[in-house]
């Protein structure tokens, strides 16, 4: 099956600065990965994707980047807020219908 | 916005009980998926279904069981349920298959304890 690692697992930042969080994956197969940001209490709410076809994504100040050869991809969060503390979780593609989870990131903004 | 519902936030039961945990959704998707979530450990797929009263093991499946008699809802039962059982638990579900054009929406959860 897929192996999703993510680092780093923590994750702080001054309010303002950006984030940068990176996944790798084994399976060359995979062609979809999502990013999900889960706050305390909550369930994981999708932020953004990106599928094997592109090479970057971009939705205001979050972005994903995909390097299919390498076989990683990274979400950056530019101008970092308070609201953007939680954990985010990458995930790709693979099987029949899965998504293998990385173990998940805590971000810290310091105010 | 997709809805996926959970009904219980929080659970506590005892050893070998008989648990289930309920799942629906409003928007008509295909499929639904049953994880849970340990510190360290991320998402694990538990089983998953992508029709009604069909179904398939995910990578744990041990220990536990579905039902899918109508679309919108999706059941997880642990048959005897045990301290290791202790977790949170997310229900999703996504229109059509992973990887092609569709996403995945997540439940709140359910966080059960088992004494």
């Known amino acids: 099956g897929e192996n999703v690692e993510q680092h780093p697992s923590t994750l702080s930042v001054q309010e303002g600065d950006s984030a940068v969080i990176k996944c790798t994956y084994s399976?060359?197969?995979?062609?979809?990965f999502p990013w999900y940001k889960q706050e305390l209490g909550k369930g994981p709410q999708l932020i953004i994707d990106?599928?094997?076809?592109?090479g970057e994504k971009k939705d205001q100040r979050i972005a994903v980047t995909l390097n299919k050869t390498a076989k990683h991809f990274s979400l950056h969060i530019t101008e970092t807020q308070p609201e953007d503390s939680a954990v985010y979780f990458c995930?790709?593609?693979?099987?029949?219908?899965?998504?293998?989870f990385g173990k998940g990131n805590q971000v810290v903004v310091i105010p | 916005d997709v809805k996926v519902t959970q009904s219980s936030r929080y659970l506590v039961k005892r050893t070998g009980e008989k648990v289930f945990l309920e799942c629906v959704q409003d928007?008509?998707?295909?499929?639904m998926f049953w994880y849970r979530q340990d510190p360290g450990l991320g998402l694990r797929l538990i089983y998953f279904?992508?029709?009604?009263?069909?179904?398939e093991k995910g990578d744990i499946p041990e220990g536990y069981s579905v039902s899918r008699e109508k679309k919108e809802r999706f059941s997880l039962i642990l048959e005897s349920a045990s301290t290791n059982q202790t977790s949170m638990y997310l229900c999703?579900?996504?229109?059509?298959?992973?990887?092609?054009?569709?996403?995945?929406?997540f439940g709140s959860g359910t966080q059960l304890s088992v004494l």
């Open positions: 999703a579900s996504s229109l059509g298959f992973l990887g092609s054009n569709e996403k995945l929406f």
């Open positions: 399976d060359s197969a995979s062609n979809y």
């Open positions: 990106i599928r094997s076809n592109v």
């Open positions: 995930a790709a593609s693979y099987g029949n219908n899965r998504l293998a």
């Open positions: 928007m008509d998707h295909e499929n």
């Open positions: 279904s992508y029709d009604v009263k069909m179904k």
